[in-house]
């Protein structure tokens, strides 16, 4: 029988405006609107249903590429964030909301490993070396502060319950995903053909 071999490492960053690197450059905003219902005719009576109003998001969920309905999540991703918030809940601590954004570089963050063939926090693109580095550069805008947290796991088969345990029993893990200051969640999971799984799990408090 094949030993199944996990890996877990966690970071914790914060900045302030003036500690954002100068050079992060902004990516292009996503739509943050929903579009409005269409029109309703017949035969005998044309009648124009009321236009859905926009959704409207604060402006730290909106450079965040807006509410998790923007973002399809994966059945291994969408697991975490459950088994995330369950725990959080049962402590009474606020549940994190799921951010476009943080999915996106959470995926990335994911991939790259595989595809760079390294493990850790730090990446070979130096422009990208950190989450802190990877959301800002992201981030259409640069926020007055911001405090990421980065959970990493990888096992050499796809288990979720088994690497949310995994994360749980380490302390520096679990302290990210107890975190009462963090409101936004970004999950990335990526599975490589021979089934060996990566994720990151992103947290963020972010102000404007």
């Known amino acids: 029988m094949t030993a199944i071999v996990q890996r877990v490492a966690a970071e914790t960053e914060s900045a302030d405006g003036e500690a954002c690197p100068a050079d992060a450059e902004a990516a ?5 609107t929903a579009a409005g219902t269409e029109t309703a005719t017949s035969a005998e009576t044309e009648t124009a249903t009321e236009q859905a109003p926009p959704v409207r998001y604060d402006k730290a969920t ?3 590429g807006g509410g998790p309905e923007k973002v399809k999540l994966t059945e291994e991703e969408r697991q975490f964030v459950e088994l ?8 009474d601590i ?6 476009p954004l943080l999915v996106q570089t959470a ?3 994911s991939r790259e490993m595989h595809d760079l063939n390294y493990w850790g926090h730090e990446s070979p693109d130096k422009k990208r070396r950190t989450a802190m580095y990877r959301l800002l550069d992201a ?3 640069q926020p007055k502060t911001m405090l990421v947290g980065e959970n990493l796991y990888f096992c050499t088969e796809v288990l979720v319950e088994s690497g949310h345990k995994a994360l749980m029993n380490s302390p520096t893990h679990r302290k990210n ?14 599975i490589a053909e021979d089934k060996r799984f990566w994720v990151t799990e992103h947290f963020l408090k972010i102000d404007y």
């Open 177 to 190: 995903i107890l975190n009462p200051e963090y409101r936004y969640i970004g999950i990335g999971g990526f």
């Open 139 to 141: 981030l259409p805008e």
């Open 107 to 109: 995926r990335a963050k």
């Open 62 to 64: 909106a450079m965040l």
């Open 28 to 32: 292009e905003p996503e739509s943050a």
């Open 84 to 91: 995330v918030n369950k725990e959080r809940k049962s402590r």
């Open 94 to 99: 606020p549940e994190l909301t799921v951010a």
